[in-house]
């Protein structure tokens, strides 16, 4: 079993659709949790952490489940700049991230 | 944020040669960074951790004399892939660490032919 899953997508979405990502972890130690978005042949960027208690960033709403080892990131009024890949990272330990290979999101017109 | 710079960009070298990637924090000292490879399609995979002045700490599975980090100054860490094969053919990014996060450089991308 990987360390991180996500579904790999693509989700095609028109803009101003809501779009809401999984990711599943089996480390019950893990102590942080990230959303990073990466852009085609690019860095990763961190979007936001996430939280127990979950956190919102303008259009964008992220939640842990710590028992079911479930995270989730939820984008209202998809934009075109969305369109990239969103990596689900999870720390077991201090300073070691394990990336989920990412779920591809496209916004149309 | 927190600035971090890799040399080169892109890369093509002939099977057998050794291949140098920078890694800078510009604007920050960072004891520890970071290596990883992604692969087309997949994850990011942590290769090893790099110390100023320090051996580097290598994930099981990647070949620490195939792989050669130096860490010899808090702004700088290199990593040298040592004769080169095409499944060595790759995206190469490092970050550095600043509490509470990691930064990550544009990455490398390494194609051996």
């Known amino acids: 079993r990987k360390e991180v899953e996500q579904d790999p997508g693509p989700f095609n979405v028109p803009e101003g659709a809501t779009v809401a990502f999984n990711c599943t972890y089996s480390?019950?130690?893990?102590?942080?949790f990230f959303w990073y978005r990466q852009d085609c042949r690019k860095e990763p960027k961190l979007l936001m952490s996430?939280?127990?208690s979950g956190n919102e960033d303008g259009r964008f709403t992220a939640q842990l489940n710590r028992a079911s080892q479930y995270i989730s990131l939820l984008i209202r009024d998809s934009k075109l700049s969305d369109s990239a890949t969103y990596l689900c990272?999870?720390?077991?330990?201090?300073?070691?991230?394990?990336f989920g290979t990412g779920t591809r999101l496209q916004v149309f017109p | 944020g927190a600035v971090v710079s890799q040399h080169p960009s892109w890369v093509i070298c002939k099977s057998g040669t050794s291949v140098k990637i920078e890694c800078r924090s510009l604007?920050?000292?960072?004891?520890?960074m970071f290596w990883y490879r992604q692969f087309p399609k997949q994850s990011l995979m942590l290769m090893a951790t790099?110390?100023?002045?320090?051996?580097?700490?290598?994930e099981q599975g990647v070949e620490k004399d195939k792989f050669l980090i130096n860490h010899a100054s808090l702004t700088l860490s290199t990593l040298t892939v040592t004769s080169a094969h095409p499944e060595d053919s790759s995206f190469y990014i490092c970050?550095?660490?600043?509490?509470?996060?990691?930064?990550f450089g544009p990455g490398t991308r390494l194609t051996v032919t």
């Open positions: 970050s550095a660490r600043t509490t509470p996060e990691q930064y």
């Open positions: 480390n019950s130690a893990s102590q942080s």
């Open positions: 996430v939280y127990s």
């Open positions: 990272v999870v720390t077991p330990f201090p300073d070691k991230l394990i």
């Open positions: 604007d920050f000292q960072a004891t520890t």
């Open positions: 790099s110390n100023e002045g320090s051996k580097a700490t290598y």
